[in-house]
């Protein structure tokens, strides 16, 4: 699939290739450090996974990391899981993405949108200000290093502030959206004791109030921990009884102080969707994130200074995390908090012209929801100042990439990245300098030796494979929390390769050396062992006009068949018809391959998805292999429960 893309869709000319930070810095690096002068990314790369003690030591100095003790060597022990990074070395997260505050004070360091689309500015100082007020009045409720500091919040200034100042007296920060229900809140919370809880009365979305304070009444009466609450009046409301006013903390002018701590200090806590289970809490650290941030945020993504940053995200995904960290590149970060789809599903692109936004993050599913509801981003929005478009959330499909170029610009920049919340950053995607094909991230990262491997763990180029890492990324898990001997995260990454992180994804790394995501290997469809991604039918299926969505399974059977439903969601108005069930098999047939043929295509009523908006395949695999709802799906995870039924009938009638 991938090799037959004989020209890029898009190519950096000679003048952005120059100006990119990855060309200066390869440049400094092969003059300080021995890294390949010529030879372009692919050099680079290749001494960057080669060498890696030497390459994270240039990204350090290139990116003046502030060591307030110094480190004895790069990598004290490689082995994963166990890798350990810079061993002796002190500094602060927060300490970095406040740096700018010195030189640009008075320019936006956050730029805010909500839904009247009305952009509210917080400068470096008055960011700066706030942390440090906030950050002192957490010490003085007793938040110690290593304490857990919780937020219940949407994508708004004041959580950046308590995340940072958490961040700031060492403390550990973990958050959740506030469209989580209370259920799904404390399976993550319970798991790691917060001592306090920022909470906000309610949020807006889809132009509604949603009041959470019978929510937030909850949470705080199963959150023994808690030592205090701290209010945000997003709605206007007064502060429950016995509970802080944000303002109260915020107002103090005191400069910050930035406890310094270990390298593998932990500095927040991310959680797996948690579809079969308690989620994982997954603990990441400040040194790991800030180095792997830094050469994500300021290599791969280009960010300086003068860029705006838009991801569109909420605080109960990964990629919130990441976009708070556009700050450690001096990048102004714009945080829209409403729904994606209002007033229209053009709402998005709205939000990238009001803020001038350089690089516009979203989710492939967005990208075709707008080509199939016929939006047209560069007619309707002056888009001059987006430079890039980057994706994720699964695979953008082949047709994505041609709507971004043909209806945004000719000359942008498309990236689709592929990473996950187990290492809050990408494993591959964005590159300057790099082409742009069709259907493929233009290569994996830096420092990462990103592999396809065949079960025998021998690595393929042009074939679909286990997506694998064999060196340690200073982002991966420093430890799951609740997790003692560290079994439950050995066996989640480690237990198919030793040694060697296999992620769960199907991937094709090609002979020039871009990616192919196929979907997850866990839910890939193995038809007389011709193996493909789930996406890859998504994305020939839902060209069709009248599929709004799909989910398609692959189950072994007992006596030894293969069973492989299409379940599709359709348009208003659409029918499953014979002459619709044709088309939806002509299209795979030919599109994919004869194999790929559904045995069955199924009406539902919907597509179930996590809270973070991900299909749940291996979910409805485990329900109609019979497996109980309540042993099948952790049902706080899933954003309608009562989607599963059908599939839960389904299973008992075939039964």
Not at 83 to 93: C, E, H, I, K
Not at 119 to 134: A, D, I, K, N, Y
Not at 499 to 520: A, E, N, Y
Request: glycine content about 8%.
């Amino acid at each position: 699939m991938s090799t037959e893309n004989a020209q890029p869709l898009w190519q950096p000319d000679s003048e952005r290739i120059a100006d990119a930070r990855i060309t200066k810095f390869q440049t400094w690096a092969a003059e300080q450090h021995g890294a390949p002068a010529e030879g372009g990314y692919a050099a680079l790369h290749s001494w960057s996974v080669a060498e890696p003690e030497v390459f994270w030591k240039a990204v350090t100095e290139w990116f003046d990391v502030r060591f307030s003790t110094p480190y004895a060597r790069v990598l004290g022990d490689r082995s994963m899981p166990g890798a350990s990074w810079f061993p002796g070395a002190t500094l602060n997260y927060a300490e970095h993405a406040l740096r700018a505050a010195v030189t640009r004070a008075d320019e936006p360091a956050l730029l805010h949108v909500d839904e009247t689309h009305a952009p509210r500015e917080v400068t470096w100082s008055q960011l700066r200000q706030q942390v440090g007020s906030l950050a002192a009045e957490l010490r003085a409720l007793g938040v110690r290093p290593g304490d857990r500091v919780s937020g219940y919040l949407p994508n708004i200034p004041e959580a950046v502030v308590a995340l940072l100042a958490t961040a700031a007296v060492g403390g550990v920060w973990t958050s959740c959206a506030p469209d989580f229900g209370a259920r799904s809140v404390l399976d993550r919370f319970q798991q790691v004791e917060p001592v306090v809880l920022f909470t906000v009365d309610g949020y807006r979305y889809g132009g509604k109030q949603h009041d959470r304070r019978d929510t937030v009444t909850e949470l705080r009466a199963e959150l023994p921990t808690l030592r205090a609450v701290v209010h945000i009046p997003v709605l206007g409301t007064e502060a429950p009884e016995g509970a802080l006013d944000w303002s109260a903390l915020t107002g103090a002018d005191v400069e910050p102080v930035f406890e310094q701590v270990p390298f593998d200090h932990p500095l927040w806590v991310l959680y797996s969707s948690g579809t079969t289970g308690l989620p994982k809490a997954i603990v990441q650290s400040q040194g790991g994130i800030l180095v792997e941030h830094l050469k994500q945020l300021g290599l791969h993504c280009d960010l300086g200074p003068e860029d705006r940053f838009f991801w569109y995200t909420s605080t109960g995904w990964m990629m919130w995390n990441f976009l708070v960290s556009g700050l450690l590149t001096g990048t102004t970060v714009v945080l829209y908090d409403g729904s994606p789809g209002y007033p229209d599903t053009g709402a998005q692109w709205r939000v990238a012209e009001l803020t001038r936004a350089t690089l516009y993050g979203t989710s492939a599913a967005y990208v075709m929801a707008c080509r199939k509801a016929e939006v047209h981003p560069s007619r309707d929005y002056d888009l001059s100042s987006v430079r890039c478009v980057a994706t994720t959330g699964s695979p953008l499909p082949p047709d994505g990439f041609r709507w971004l170029h043909d209806e945004v610009r000719d000359d942008l920049w498309i990236a689709s990245v592929s990473g996950g919340t187990d290492v809050c950053s990408c494993f591959a995607g964005a590159v300057p300098t790099l082409p742009v094909y069709i259907g493929e991230l233009q290569a994996p990262g830096l420092g990462t030796d990103l592999q396809s491997w065949d079960p025998s763990g021998e690595p393929l180029t042009d074939e679909v494979g286990e997506l694998v890492v064999t060196n340690p990324m200073p982002s991966m898990p420093i430890y799951f929390w609740n997790d003692p001997d560290g079994s439950r995260y050995h066996d989640s990454y480690f237990d198919t390769y030793p040694g060697v992180w296999r992620h769960g994804d199907w991937i094709t790394v090609t002979s020039r050396g871009s990616v192919v995501i196929h979907g997850r290997s866990d839910s890939t469809l193995n038809r007389q062992g011709v193996r493909m991604g789930s996406a890859d039918i998504y994305e020939a299926v839902e060209r069709l006009p009248e599929i709004k969505e799909s989910l398609v399974i692959g189950l072994e059977q007992p006596d030894g068949g293969y069973w492989m439903p299409l379940f599709v969601h359709l348009t208003p108005g659409a029918t499953l018809d014979d002459a619709l069930l044709g088309r939806i098999k002509q299209t795979i047939r030919e599109q994919l391959s004869p194999r790929h043929v559904p045995d069955e295509v199924i009406e539902v009523p919907g597509i179930p998805h996590t809270l973070t908006g991900k299909r749940i395949e291996v979910p409805v695999k485990r329900l109609l292999q019979g497996t109980p709802l309540d042993k099948a799906v952790n049902a706080g995870s899933i954003d309608n429960l009562d989607l599963l039924h059908f599939y839960e009938d389904l299973a008992r009638k075939r039964a």
